[in-house]
């Protein structure tokens, strides 16, 4: 959540970029410097005094993120802001997460009241932290982060875990498998919400399979809303334009709750979130979808449990001639279309190709095999993957 302004709208003619880095760097401030131009916006993103990524926004809402080296101010009309906030707020603009149909209910984080600020999993073995939830008869979730990626959230009822997704957007056992190989204590954090009882349906229901598209197409707001009402249907109406994200929660045709964001961040403010609520029904290239959601009648417990490294070594990290090695086996064995699989699917794992650890190569490879067409072909991939790493077959 947003903590505090530290200035606001200052002419960019004005300010000395160095000394607010400098600044920033002496505060430890975690925050963004927005640079406001007529046609766009630029965000350097800070953690705890250091900047960590610049972010380009077009006015459609398109991004590109980038190497805080890349900043810069650019021309001479402009405005700067320095905010300071939370770290899950950082990752939730980040990330970008918003549509329901893929993302599920990754597209609210970090929606609900704080209970527990941001903590470092070096300090706080993870099923410790869901065993205090627990005790907490927390009815919300957990989230669990790095700096920058969202890893995964454990939603509870009461203190009882009743679901689990994966930042990559799984759900149940897959989810928990995600977390496994993507978490590590020494850059991740914990967090945790608190939201009302009737949210928490939505929360457990949106999952791949649970939530429905609708082929209709409203032209307006209001027939969206008269569809579902009339219907009584159990859905979300999304309206989006330029960067802005509004989502209308329905249980049984009635409304229960009405979650904004605005280029990445969640908006609590009232008087923001009428004016950026009217902004957005009102602009003429807006969208209007409606997703009918199966939701969970009875919420049962499950069981969650997981298998997190207690450290992280450089040791851990794969050789970069093992990752292109097995990159381009891969391509050799699927063709000219490997390349666009071999991005497709690290993208869908939340892997990154230039910091691949052990753990993650190992689940990695599984699933490239998978791909290959012929069963010759995928022996001779796993061969040649032997040859170059044999600890990872």
Known sequence: MLKRILFRDLDINVINLQNILDDAK?????????????????YLVF??????????????????????????IKGKEGTATLVETTMDDLVGFLEY????????SLVFFPY????QEPVSLNFLDLNKGIALAERSHL???????????????????GGQPVGVFGGNGSYGDEAVAYINVNLTPSRSYISMYAVEPEI??????????????????FMTYQEAEDFVTGNKKDALVMVESEGIFRYDLFFRGQKVERILKEKGFLVYDEDARKRISVKVENMPERKIKLYEITLVEKISPVEVS????????????????????????????????????????????????????????????????????????????????????????
């Open 200 to 217: 928490l349906n939505f929360l457990v229901s949106m999952h791949r399979g649970n939530v429905h598209p609708s082929d209709t197409v």
């Open 306 to 393: 997981f298998e997190i490294a207690a450290t992280e070594t450089t040791e851990d990290e794969v050789p970069p001639e093992v990752v292109d090695t097995v990159r381009s086996e891969f391509i050799k064995k699927v063709g000219p279309v490997g390349r666009i699989l071999w991005t497709r699917i690290l993208t869908e794992m939340g892997f990154k190709e230039g910091s691949l650890t052990k753990a993650q190569l190992k689940t990695l490879i599984p699933r490239l095999r998978d791909e290959i067409p012929e069963e010759d072909m995928r022996r001779e991939f796993l061969e040649k993957i032997r040859e170059v790493s044999p600890d990872m077959i």
């Open 26 to 42: 002496r505060r430890g401030v975690t925050g963004f410097l927005r640079i406001v131009y007529w046609d766009s916006e630029d």
């Open 97 to 104: 997460k918003h549509y329901p149909d893929r993302e599920g």
């Open 112 to 115: 609900g009241t704080l209970t």
């Open 139 to 157: 009815t919300g979730y957990v989230a669990l982060y790095t700096e920058e990626d969202l890893i995964g959230m454990v939603v509870f009822s």
């Open 47 to 72: 953690v705890e005094g250091e900047p960590r990524r610049s972010v380009a926004l077009s006015i459609d809402g398109k991004r590109l993120i980038g190497d805080p080296g890349s900043f810069s």
